[in-house]
């Protein structure tokens, strides 16, 4: 078997599982291999129910205490039994699974395997795995992969695929050279692969991990330095002398820039005049003032004669920025206009016009941006998002477009500078390390719900006094599955408390038109309350809102609950920060801490790590960083560092990619690089 054939040749695998495993993005065998489990399952000691935490999974001893009773709530089947040992009992659950209403008998004792929950403040076992004492015994201590899945395909066809095709794919010889691997102390790629998905222990996984880990880290900080050292050979299409508008635009705001922004501006500015393109990533806290060096940017850019974009990943933002745009460029005879994909046919026509013959300056924008479509008379400078990827290969398709814009990336994703410089090794980094002056640090809490009838009144009060609040629920609408607030209901009750003021809610599944409408009423101050999910949760700048109440805000990660507070604090007012904890639970306690006591990314980002703890294998996904199968920016740093020592001596000494040895590198970052820019 080979990597590259179809997963049609694993024995088991028909053709309805071969459909199942492309909507996973498994093609070939080659894909299965790097379908690394999510987590992994250890049955463990059998738990008392008094001891139960909620969200932990579970494996509980008990008796049935009642006949189990069947309910149809919605198109939801449920049969549902208390169930006891001697120290507690609990509702357990089980969905769609009607023929257990036969199989479960009152009286007789059983092993249950599930995930603790808390409906109705009470504790409850939810679709639990009934577990024979064999299976228990036999598989107690055993680490089990967990797959990402989709419909119709189970953890357990995954497990039987990936065993036969680890036994019977041949791989190649270890790429890296046994000289790398000691010094890196790795073990060999073929034996990671196994073990990645059937250890034996946890310290084969680590193992495992480590080398895949590296495997990722090292080709992509390769394939980036073999980048930038093409581009430092790069010089400017687009020389910028004039700066005067500047100067008047910064004459104009209402305030002075700070230090840390007057600085990177100079950095931006002195390479805009420069002789070699720009590549620089501008990172900045939440509110840290990164809109206005862009801006300063596109302005010089228009006004030295060519065209600037600015590239956001919603259309909600892009419209945000549009207007602030209009407002302050107002009156410097630049043109800007807005291009997003809610608009209508003729409308983008007549916009790519504009662009086309240059009667457009400055190109507000979602990714349709960079479509094929438009036509730039002379793009000079692109400012995009960390958070759209605008990474090589969207670069790429501008270059093959024989567009050579200056790049400036804006980033809200604190990462140490260090890292930084190597993650977008192909970009210099600089960042502001500063909030302004006007600002009031907010003040924070994390309560119980209980609190709410109070946090209610908090709000009437500011929104008495002028100001704005937002209201963020984890939800749309409401589930049987899972015991979280929704907006949709969440604003009907508000609105009853609040019967005085315009409440109005938001969320990803409305219309782009809806959305944006919206946001603009709110940010007119036409609605006072918004309660929304997490689409607010980026760029969102509304310096008249005061406060942020974030419901179950356990079940967001901190990075997240960061970005979502940065939307108030914005301007001169003092804010608040209303953290509400729906989960009794000790750890989600202690995580709400750090932010109650920091209002601070960068440190934020390094408690997150050490809460996490190096026992949490596969991190949480920063939000818009570069993302890796595997590797964690923050948990793994060491490898990254070392993994781009390594790539970093190939690319300084050239002809060592030739040697015979490194063969296996060549080809793949061939393959790698062949990926990344198709
Ligand atoms: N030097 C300054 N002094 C006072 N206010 C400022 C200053 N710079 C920017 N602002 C204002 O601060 C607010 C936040 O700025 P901006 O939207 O640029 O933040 P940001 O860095 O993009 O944050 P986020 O990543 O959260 O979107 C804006 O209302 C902006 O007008």
Redesign the pocket.
């Known amino acids: 078997m080979k990597q590259e054939d179809r997963i049609s040749v694993i024995k088991g695998i028909g053709e309805k599982t071969e459909t199942g495993m492309a909507k996973l993005g498994i093609f070939k065998v080659g894909d299965l291999l790097e379908h690394y489990p999510r987590n992994y399952d250890v049955y463990g000691e059998i738990k008392e129910i008094e001891a139960l935490e909620e969200g932990e999974t579970a494996v509980i001893e008990v008796a049935v205490a009642n006949l189990p009773q069947r309910k149809k709530v919605r198109n939801l089947q449920m049969i549902q039994c208390w169930v006891s040992d001697y120290s507690g009992r609990l509702l357990v659950t089980w969905f769609n699974m009607p023929f257990l209403q036969n199989k479960i008998r009152m009286g007789n004792h059983y092993l249950f395997r599930g995930k603790v929950i808390r409906k109705n403040g009470m504790l409850g076992m939810d679709q639990p795995v009934i577990l024979s004492k064999e299976e228990y015994v036999n598989q107690k201590d055993v680490l089990q992969p967990v797959y990402a899945l989709t419909a119709g395909i189970t953890n357990n066809m995954v497990k039987k695929a990936m065993s036969i095709a680890i036994k019977e794919t041949l791989l190649d010889k270890d790429y890296l050279p046994a000289e790398i691997r000691k010094e890196c102390n790795l073990i060999e790629e073929k034996s990671a692969l196994r073990k990645i998905h059937f250890p034996n222990h946890l310290e084969e996984l680590m193992e495992a991990r480590k080398r895949i880990v590296f495997d990722e880290f090292f080709l992509f900080t390769l394939a980036l330095n073999y980048l930038k050292k093409q581009k430092e050979q790069k010089s400017s299409n687009f020389k910028m002398l004039s700066t005067e508008a500047c100067e008047e635009l910064m004459k104009r705001l209402p305030?002075?820039?700070?230090e840390a922004?007057r600085k990177v501006w100079e950095t931006i500015r002195n390479e805009l005049q420069g002789d070699s393109q720009m590549n620089r990533l501008v990172q900045?806290d939440?509110?840290?003032?990164?809109?206005?060096v862009a801006e300063l940017a596109l302005l010089m850019t228009a006004k030295n004669g060519f065209q600037g974009c600015i590239m956001v990943p919603t259309e909600v933002l892009a419209k945000q920025h549009f207007q602030s745009l209009s407002q302050d460029l107002n009156g410097f005879g630049v043109r800007i206009v807005l291009l997003i994909g809610s608009m209508t046919a003729k409308e983008k026509r007549e916009v790519y016009s504009c662009i086309k013959n240059h009667e457009a300056d400055v190109i507000v924008g979602t990714h349709a941006l960079i479509q094929e479509t438009v036509e730039y008379a002379c793009l000079g400078l692109v400012v995009t998002d960390e958070q759209h990827r605008f990474g090589v290969k969207q670069r790429e398709a501008l270059f093959n477009k024989g567009l050579e814009p200056h790049i400036l990336v804006m980033s809200?994703t604190p990462i140490p500078r260090t890292l930084a410089l190597i993650l977008y090794g192909d970009l210099d980094v600089s960042t502001i390390d500063q909030l302004?002056?006007?600002r009031l640090a907010i003040k924070n809490c994390v309560v119980a719900t209980d609190y709410r009838e109070k946090a209610y009144r908090f709000i009437e009060e500011q929104v008495k006094a002028g100001h704005q609040a937002y209201v963020i629920c984890p939800m749309v609408e409401e589930s049987e599955v899972m015991d979280a607030e929704n907006v949709i209901e969440y604003t009907e009750k508000l609105q009853s408390v609040m019967p005085s003021y315009q409440i109005s809610f938001l969320h990803g599944k409305m219309k782009a038109k809806e959305k944006n409408q919206l946001m603009e009423q709110f940010s007119k101050g036409e609605i006072q309350v918004l309660v929304a999910t997490t689409v607010v949760e980026?760029?969102v700048?509304v310096?008249n809102a005061t406060v942020m109440m974030i419901e179950n805000a356990e079940r967001f990660g901190l990075a997240q609950l960061h970005q979502l507070r940065?939307r108030v604090g914005?301007?001169g007012f003092q804010s608040y920060c209303i953290f509400v904890n729906g989960s009794q639970s000790k750890e989600s306690k202690k995580r709400l801490e750090v932010l109650n006591s920091s209002n601070d990314g960068f440190v934020i980002a390094k408690e997150d790590l050490k809460l996490r703890g190096p026992g949490d294998l596969f991190g949480i996904r920063q939000s818009g960083m570069v993302e890796f199968k595997m590797a964690d920016v923050y948990q793994d740093a060491e490898i990254l560092l070392k993994a781009n020592e390594i790539a970093k001596r190939f690319t300084e000494d050239e002809v060592k990619l030739l040697c015979k040895k490194y063969e296996g590198i060549r080809s793949k970052l061939q393959l790698y690089t062949s990926d990344l820019f198709l």
């Open positions: 305030f002075s820039l700070t922004q900045g939440v509110g840290s003032g990164k809109t206005i809200a302004p002056k006007n980026v760029g700048n310096p940065g914005r301007g």
